[in-house]
């Protein structure tokens, strides 16, 4: 396996949750990473990417002031933290990876991914 995301859960609106993605060694040296997530009867659509580096980060506008993305390249971890939910954040959530390094918000760049967590929000 070669990236292994935490569970999500249930969470009030207004609340707050952390993601976690662990990789392999390889994968995390040398790519970037990148959130997804995808509500039931909808297309899978892009969250938050961060730079191999860990410096440059781009988000969706949708979640853009409420999450943050980061990564601990020693720990080998991607993280989402979410703040602020909303109903319309309920979704399956995805780790990703690409080795492009383009910092892309298209699924179709990314090469690997993890198995997706479920997140839901209540009102």
């Known amino acids: 396996v070669q990236l292994q995301a935490s569970e999500g859960g249930l969470v009030q609106a207004g609340g707050s949750l952390r993601l976690s993605c662990a990789a392999s060694r390889y994968i995390f040296s040398n790519y970037d990473m990148g959130w997804f997530r995808q509500a039931p009867g909808k297309e899978r659509e892009f969250v938050a990417a961060?730079?191999?580096?860990?410096?440059?980060?781009v988000y969706a506008d949708s979640v853009k002031g409420r999450f943050t993305i980061s990564r601990d390249n020693a720990k080998n971890t991607l993280y989402l933290q979410m703040d602020s939910l909303k109903p319309e954040d309920t979704a399956v959530y995805y780790c990703?990876?690409?080795?492009?390094?383009?910092?892309?918000?298209?699924?179709?760049?990314?090469?690997?991914w993890g198995q997706g967590t479920l997140v839901t929000v209540s009102s």
């Open positions: 961060i730079g191999w580096s860990g410096v440059a980060t």
């Open positions: 990703a990876a690409d080795r492009s390094r383009s910092l892309s918000s298209s699924w179709h760049e990314y090469d690997y």
